[in-house]
């Protein structure tokens, strides 16, 4: 299979086009992160100091690397009074969960837990649905429900505890446009410039194909109520949402170091990489990624690091079987939970020929 010459996408990557010298339009439209230097990062946040509320800012943790050391960095280095808090979609991993609670109590600040069954609601329609007529393009809407629970948990929390700003984790370097590179998949009309409009028509071609998305009323105010919370509703209209890898340049290796022996943070143990290891379906998008695509989100953050000159190809190559080999227990048992089978689900891919 192919792969360009300068990252380690490969030619099954969406819309990917290689140029005389085997680079990638990826690497070639890159432009490298610009960070706004610290500096700006304590002036803009010395306004919210001793704000009229008990707590300086709002600091969402799920368990993942990049939360857990955003929340380290507010109480350690910024010096922030912060409310922690956790959208449990209910579907995180119990070692998401572990790593939250040794967050809280290692820095030794409050936190708040809220619950949406929004995901579970329709997770079990999503995979049913999808199988029925399995394509990349629709394994997004296998999170239906997740962004509306996040923004909304976001909007609660700053209103109800009157907190001026949310410091966020969003934006590392591996994950820096790799979600709306996959939304390509679903781009089936680029002349249509407006983003949204251009999803739309590409999701209604999909329907056309698999009518099951739009049957089920209930299912079908959720997916439209998933689109309108990730692309229409805009958290900057209520309160400030920093972004903290905006400020600060992303060292993977300090990173690291600070939440492991600082915070004790752990990856799941049956989970080969170290990033969105939080939720359960993440995991099985991944997979079923490999399977239809040949590649995995894994394979665009490690090109992302590479275009940081944050990690030599050489090592991205190294890594990516590790992190592609997709863990079969865990699958099956996430799978079981709600009544599927992995070696069924397989039989069906295979069936119809998507497999790659």
Sequence with gaps: MKRCSKCILTETYPRIVFDAKGVCNYCNNYKIKDIKVEENLLRTIDKYRNHNSKYDCAVGISGGRDSAYVAYYAKKTLKLNILAFTVDNGLMTEGAKKNVKNTVQILGIDHVTIKYNYLLRSFR????????????????????GCNSCILKGIARI?????????????????????????QELLLRFPGVRLKRVSLLLGFSKEVLKNPLYILNPMYLFAIMNEYYYRYLFNINRKKNYIGLFDYIQWDEKEIMTKIKNELGWKKPDLINYSWRSDCK???????LYMETLGITKNDGALSNMIREKLMKREDAIKLIKKYNDMSRPFLSDFLNEFGFSLDELDKVLQKKGVVV
Aim: hydrophobic share 30%; aromatic share 10%.
């Design 281 to 287: 379906i993440h995991q099985l998008r991944q997979y």
């Design 158 to 182: 700053v209103e109800k505890y009157r907190i001026p700003f949310c410091l966020h984790g969003e934006g590392e370097p591996e994950n820096c446009d790799d979600e709306s590179t996959f």
């Design 125 to 144: 329609t999503s995979l049913s649905t999808w199988i029925r007529s399995p394509s990349p393009a629709m394994l997004g809407l296998l999170c239906t």
